[in-house]
T-cell receptor, first 115, second 111 residues
């Protein structure tokens, strides 16, 4: 398996623009997580899905952020409009309840810079 | 106060030294304890996993959990330059897939 796939790997955009980050989880995994990582705040959970259904979105900072999971193999995180303070590395991770260890497998991340 | 506290470092030690990394937590319901390693510009990868209290050893790495003190540790023996990375502790409740992470400790092993 190729692991968790994220695209794009880097994104530079201007304030006010819409940004869409994409994630393909590991096949067979039923949980998908979106995180944001910054030097100041570390790794923060934004939202997670179970079987394509959002379970906990309490970490989503504002209404400007939205996430969808239309099927088991694809998820998006959208920021509209983007602001400079959204600059961070965004990680997608997936896991399987069947593993029993709560291990999450992380993608390589998308480095977002909002100018 | 955060649920999980971790000294961000940075921590620099000479090659061959023993490294001790620590986290404290406040949620007594945490049952699963993990250490993730994150190399620069990469995603975190699971390094060690422990359920409840006790020790677990894997090669040069030892994870310890003291639930009475709400304190977990990761020891690295005979540290190598390839161990240079950020180490994040993570925890979860029984039956909950959601992990709570520490902020991570940046470790550098000096050759």
């Amino acid at each position: 398996d190729a692991g968790v796939i994220q695209s794009p790997r880097h994104e530079v955009t201007e304030m006010g623009q819409e940004v869409t980050l994409r994630c393909k989880p590991i096949s067979g995994h039923d949980y998908l997580f979106w995180y944001r990582q910054t030097m100041m705040r570390g790794l923060e959970l934004l939202i997670y899905f179970n079987n394509n259904v959002p379970i906990d979105d309490s970490g989503m900072p504002e209404d400007r952020f939205s996430a969808k999971m239309p099927n088991a193999s694809f998820s998006t995180l959208k920021i509209q409009p983007s602001e400079p303070r959204d600059s961070a590395v965004y990680f997608c991770a997936s896991s399987s309840q069947g593993i029993g260890s709560n291990e999450q497998f992380f993608g390589p991340g998308t480095r977002l810079t909002v100018l | 106060q955060k649920e999980v506290e971790q000294d961000p470092g940075p921590l620099s030690v000479p090659e061959g030294a023993i490294v001790s990394l620590n986290c404290t937590y406040s949620n007594s319901a945490f049952q699963y304890f993990m250490w993730y390693r994150q190399y620069s510009r990469k995603g975190p990868e699971l390094l060690m996993y422990t359920y409840s209290s006790g020790n677990k050893e894997d090669g040069r790495f030892t994870a310890q959990v003291d639930k009475s003190s709400k304190y977990i540790s990761l020891f690295i023996r005979d540290s190598q330059p390839s161990d240079s990375a950020t180490y994040l502790c993570a925890m979860s409740n029984f039956g909950n897939e959601k992990l709570t992470f520490g902020t991570g400790t940046r470790l550098t092993i000096i050759p």
